[in-house]
């Protein structure tokens, strides 16, 4: 019997170079576990930062819903460069240039501003320490001691919600922290219930910002949209960018904007590298 989602087509992805692999399962009652979803990461050719999976919506006014699984196979609430992606599918499916997704996280909209180019609106911040959340009220979320210490990580960062967790540090040479030596440390310290995303930024400018991103239940990543997304709202709170900038990344540069209906935007390029099946050897030892 061969596995269920053995010979689905997916799409292989990018969007920033955050490495994304779009799943459509709309029309088929599956869903795919933790141990599936870490299982087509090991297929040729797919190893990825997050799996989208798209599913039928539960309510008729949305159009489709969205599953986001970290490679892993932890779940995300919310991704943007990976909903860019999946907006992208749908697009190419139905010619939809716009579409609403359901998500952990809330509705989300994305729409296609250019073929290759697709902006998504992550809702609004959240900016009380359940919502993160944190392990306790820390007072300012903008101005938060990292309490206990992590040796040769700045002692203090801003933290904020985009429907999954960010921890922000302000540093002066983004590209020269050791990203790979606190990013684990930092992920999973005791101030994060469900571990957090870790961004180091450098404000070049008001309206141009340096990141670096070590994400949750990935690691360093090309991309990260709700990270930059988040360092946009730290940057504004603590006074050093207006509410909207360029974000450079390793993988592409993304246009954060949080605007006065208190919705973040981001914009962005999206790729489709190439399209294949699952194979059922992918699947071997799991249940069917
Ligand atoms: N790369 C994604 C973020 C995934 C976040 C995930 N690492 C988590 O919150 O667990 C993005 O473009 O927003």
């Known amino acids: 019997m061969?596995?269920?989602?053995?010979?689905?087509?997916?799409?292989?992805?990018?969007?920033?170079?955050?490495?994304?692999?779009?799943?459509?399962?709309?029309?088929?009652?599956?869903?795919?576990?933790?141990?599936?979803?870490?299982?087509?990461?090991?297929?040729?050719?797919?190893?990825?930062?997050?799996?989208?999976?798209?599913?039928?919506?539960?309510?008729?006014?949305?159009?489709?819903?969205?599953?986001?699984?970290?490679?892993?196979?932890?779940?995300?609430?919310?991704?943007?460069?990976?909903?860019?992606?999946?907006?992208?599918?749908?697009?190419?499916?139905?010619?939809?240039?716009?579409?609403?997704?359901?998500?952990?996280?809330?509705?989300?909209?994305?729409?296609?501003?250019?073929?290759?180019?697709?902006?998504?609106?992550?809702?609004?911040?959240?900016?009380?320490?359940?919502?993160?959340?944190?392990?306790?009220?820390?007072?300012?979320?903008?101005?938060?001691?990292?309490?206990?210490?992590?040796?040769?990580?700045?002692?203090?960062?801003?933290?904020?919600?985009?429907?999954?967790?960010?921890?922000?540090f302000f540093v002066a040479d983004a590209e020269g922290v050791d990203l790979l030596g606190l990013g684990p440390k930092i992920e999973r310290h005791p101030l994060f219930p469900e571990r957090v995303n870790v961004s180091f930024a450098e404000m070049r400018a008001r309206d141009d910002i340096l990141l670096r991103v070590f994400e949750r239940g990935v690691g360093p990543t090309k991309a990260c949209g709700s990270a930059a997304c988040a360092t946009l709202v730290a940057a504004a709170q603590t006074g050093r960018a207006e509410r909207r900038a360029r974000v450079r990344l390793p993988g592409g540069d993304l246009t954060i904007e949080w605007r006065d209906d208190d919705h973040v935007h981001m914009s962005g390029p999206v790729a489709l590298e190439f399209e294949t099946t699952l194979a059922a050897r992918t699947f071997e030892g799991l249940a069917a």
């Open 2 to 168: 061969p596995h269920a989602l053995a010979g689905r087509p997916v799409l292989r992805m990018n969007g920033a170079g955050n490495e994304i692999l779009v799943l459509d399962l709309r029309g088929a009652a599956l869903s795919v576990s933790p141990q599936e979803a870490r299982a087509i990461a090991t297929q040729a050719g797919l190893a990825y930062d997050q799996l989208m999976v798209i599913h039928d919506p539960r309510e008729r006014s949305a159009d489709a819903a969205l599953t986001i699984y970290n490679v892993d196979g932890s779940l995300s609430a919310a991704c943007g460069n990976g909903t860019r992606c999946a907006a992208f599918a749908l697009a190419r499916a139905e010619g939809a240039p716009a579409v609403v997704f359901e998500t952990d996280a809330g509705r989300v909209a994305s729409w296609r501003e250019e073929e290759f180019y697709f902006r998504v609106d992550m809702g609004r911040p959240r900016l009380a320490w359940r919502e993160i959340p944190l392990a306790r009220d820390v007072g300012d979320l903008a101005d938060v001691a990292l309490d206990p210490p992590v040796p040769g990580a700045p002692a203090r960062f801003s933290a904020v919600g985009m429907g999954n967790p960010h921890a922000v």
